[in-house]
C-alpha cells in the first residue's frame, strides 16, 4: 500500500479554471507535509511546509490545505506558467532519518 | 554558485563501465541525500548522510555506492549497472533536524545505462 497517493495523475485546464490537487496519506506521527514543484529536466522546488490539520499557506496563485489524513493544492486563476509536475511528500516518525516520502505526482498542463 | 549542484547533468553508460555522480550544495547544510526518479513511480530515497555519516541505505544494491567526504560534497559511484538502472538521480540537502524546513535539491543527472 503506498503511503502517499496523489490524485488526479494528470490534469489538464484552461488558464483562469481554478482546481485542487489532492494528497492523502496513510502515515502515523506525521512531522511536516510538502508540496513540491517540478519542471521539466530540473528537480524538484520547494513550495510549501505544513505541519498540523487546520494549517493553511499561500503563494502567489497556490493555496495548501491539511487535514489529518490529507492535503489540497488549490491553484486559482491558473496560467500556463503553473505547468509543472506537483509532488507531496510526508516526513513522519519512525520514516527514517529526515528522509522524505513522496507520492508519485500530479501532471498539471494549463492551456492559454 | 548557490543552491545544490549536480553534474554530470546526462551520463550514457555500459554495463562494465565504472562512473561517478557529484553533488555540491553551498548552502552550509549538514545533511545530505540521493533519490532515484523513475517514470511512473514516486522519488526513491536512497542514502541519507548526516554530518558526513550515512545514517540510512534504503536496501540500495551494492553497484551504487555513496561517498560523503565532507558537509558540501556528495557522490555516487556507480558499477555494473543494470539498464533498470537508468533513471533521473537527484542530490537534496538540508539541516538535520530541520527537514521540516524543506530540501533543497539539484537539478538531478539524467542516466542512461546501454
Known amino acids: 500500500e503506498d503511503q502517499v497517493t496523489q490524485s488526479p495523475e494528470a490534469l489538464r485546464l484552461q488558464e483562469g479554471e481554478s482546481s485542487s490537487l489532492n494528497c492523502s496519506y496513510t502515515?502515523?506521527?506525521?512531522?511536516?507535509l510538502f508540496w513540491y514543484r517540478q519542471d521539466p529536466g530540473k528537480g524538484p522546488e520547494f513550495l510549501f511546509t505544513?505541519?498540523?490539520a487546520g494549517e493553511e499557506k499561500e503563494k502567489e496563485r497556490l493555496k495548501a490545505t491539511l487535514t489529518k489524513k490529507e492535503s489540497f493544492l488549490h491553484i486559482t486563476a491558473p496560467k500556463p506558467e503553473d505547468s509543472a509536475t506537483y509532488l507531496c511528500?510526508?516526513?513522519?516518525?519512525?520514516?527514517?532519518?529526515?528522509?522524505?516520502?513522496f507520492g508519485k505526482g500530479t501532471h498539471l498542463i494549463i492551456q492559454p | 554558485e548557490t543552491g545544490v549542484t549536480q553534474t554530470p547533468r546526462h551520463l550514457v553508460m555500459g554495463m562494465t563501465n565504472k562512473k561517478s555522480l557529484k553533488c555540491e550544495q553551498h548552502?552550509?547544510?549538514?545533511?545530505m541525500y540521493w533519490y532515484k526518479q523513475s517514470a511512473k513511480k514516486p522519488l526513491e530515497l536512497m542514502f541519507v548522510?548526516?554530518?558526513?555519516?550515512?545514517?540510512e541505505n534504503n536496501s540500495v544494491p551494492s553497484r551504487f555506492s555513496p561517498e560523503c567526504p565532507n558537509s558540501s560534497h556528495l557522490f555516487l559511484h556507480l558499477h555494473t549497472l543494470q539498464p533498470e538502472d537508468s533513471a533521473l538521480y537527484l542530490c537534496?540537502?538540508?539541516?538535520?533536524?530541520?527537514?521540516?524546513?524543506?530540501?533543497?535539491f539539484g537539478s538531478g543527472t539524467r542516466l542512461t545505462v546501454v
Open positions: 537534496a540537502s538540508s539541516q538535520v533536524g530541520q527537514a521540516n524546513y524543506g530540501y533543497t
Open positions: 502515515v502515523s506521527g506525521l512531522r511536516g
Open positions: 505544513l505541519y498540523s
Open positions: 511528500a510526508v516526513l513522519y516518525s519512525g520514516g527514517g532519518a529526515d528522509g522524505l516520502t
Open positions: 548552502l552550509g547544510h549538514n545533511a
Open positions: 548522510y548526516n554530518f558526513k555519516e550515512q545514517t
